[in-house]
């Protein structure tokens, strides 16, 4: 069926690392295409959140998978919705036999191509409406009811976390497909750019590496970091995802100590060499889908420092630090404490990534999502 298999995807913003969402439909697609899927991908139209410079807009075919742009309203809480209101159109009167949708948002949707006659499989990525940012108003009414028509038009739902499954039963009593992301083993890169631009060497540093949103428990992070007694800088990297205001909140809560660095969004060699060299990686959110920066943190052999959430402390098992959510003592002290004690942290980096390598595989994660394709 591979060989012969038509499929469409959205949900995504465009092919770059914007978001978990962006990653996860570029390593799946390049697979699919690779086992011989004819793959589309619809993307958004308008620029990247974190600038226009990291915008890529005139490539319409990557190995093999044809990328196609979407009419898009580019004003804070449309652009998701025109954009895939529109995608869910092509894909319905596209030749396609199978339609994968990525997040609740955009399964608001999943009804169209089902019109169609199109099998559709709605990845759920987290609990979006639970996000600061969708609280309330229409885009928490308009998520929470992509949430519904997921369970409700999907053929297959797939969720990354054994939370988010016991969600689902419990409260729709809909079965779900769990299968959780993947990574790549990476090449480690020596601190060379890092240096150069932010002054940052081997072990120099603390690194926080995601959006800029209220849900990443950046503000704990800060709080207890201007507590910890160390010259170890606290790197806080990440585009701040139309959240600006909590953006400059952040670095004002931060600007009174020097040894707090807000780098912006980040790709490529930089991004590189931060894993590479970082003391620690840290991730204290209060919420998840399946965190990606985790994974790849721990497959360059850091030693992270998570929240206890379940999405967190699936993923890491007995091979990380974690500490209670929200709780800025609990954070603070075990940052005091991973910064007084290196031979402990020199354990966990020893361990790191050939447990998550072993445990979480990209080419497991295709094979397994196109023997669901087959199954509907």
Not at 39 to 60: F, I, K, L, P
Not at 213 to 218: Q, T
Not at 250 to 255: S, V
Request: proline content about 3%; charged content about 25%.
């Amino acid at each position: 069926m591979e060989k012969n298999l038509r499929l469409a995807v959205f949900g995504h913003k465009r092919w770059s690392r914007e978001g978990g969402i962006e990653i996860v439909v570029k390593e799946l697609c390049t697979r699919m295409a690779r086992m011989g899927c004819q793959v589309t991908c619809y993307n958004r139209s308008g620029h990247h959140v974190s600038g226009a410079e990291y915008d890529n807009t005139d490539q319409r075919e990557y190995q093999g998978i044809c990328q196609k742009y979407v009419p898009t309203i580019e004003q804070k809480g449309l652009a998701a919705v025109s954009s895939s209101f529109f995608a869910a159109l092509f894909c319905a009167l596209g030749k396609y036999d199978v339609v994968h949708i990525h997040a609740e948002g955009p399964a608001f949707f999943a009804w169209l191509p089902k019109l169609f006659g199109k099998r559709v499989i709605v990845t759920i990525h987290g609990i979006d409406w639970q996000r600061e940012k969708w609280k309330s108003g229409f885009g928490s009414r308009f998520i929470r009811q992509g949430e519904r028509n997921a369970v409700k038009y999907a053929d297959e739902i797939i969720v990354l976390s054994r939370s988010v499954q016991d969600y689902f039963s419990d409260t729709y009593g809909r079965t779900t497909r769990f299968i959780p992301n993947g990574v790549n083993p990476p090449e480690l890169k020596a601190a060379e750019h890092i240096t150069a631009k932010y002054g940052l060497t081997k072990d120099s540093y603390i690194l926080f590496l995601g959006r800029l949103v209220p849900e990443k428990g950046i503000r704990y992070l800060i709080e207890a970091f201007k507590h910890v007694h160390t010259d170890k800088k606290l790197v806080i990297a990440g585009g701040s995802s139309d959240t600006d205001s909590f953006m400059k909140e952040m670095e004002d809560l931060a600007k009174e100590d020097g040894r707090i660095l807000f780098t912006g969004f980040v790709q490529g060699q930089i991004l590189e060499e931060l894993y590479s060299n970082a003391y620690i990686y840290t991730l204290p959110s209060d919420l998840e889908g399946m965190p990606l920066s985790l994974l790849e943190a721990m497959s360059y052999g850091n030693c992270c420092l998570v929240s206890d959430i379940p999405e967190c402390a699936e993923v890491v098992e007995d091979k990380a630090l974690i500490f209670r959510k929200s709780d800025v003592n609990a954070l603070r002290e075990k940052l005091q404490d991973a910064c007084d004690h290196p031979e402990k942290i020199k354990k966990y980096k020893e361990q790191a990534a050939d447990f998550i390598c072993g445990k979480y595989n990209w080419d497991d994660v295709a094979e397994e999502t196109i023997k669901l394709y087959r199954r509907t």
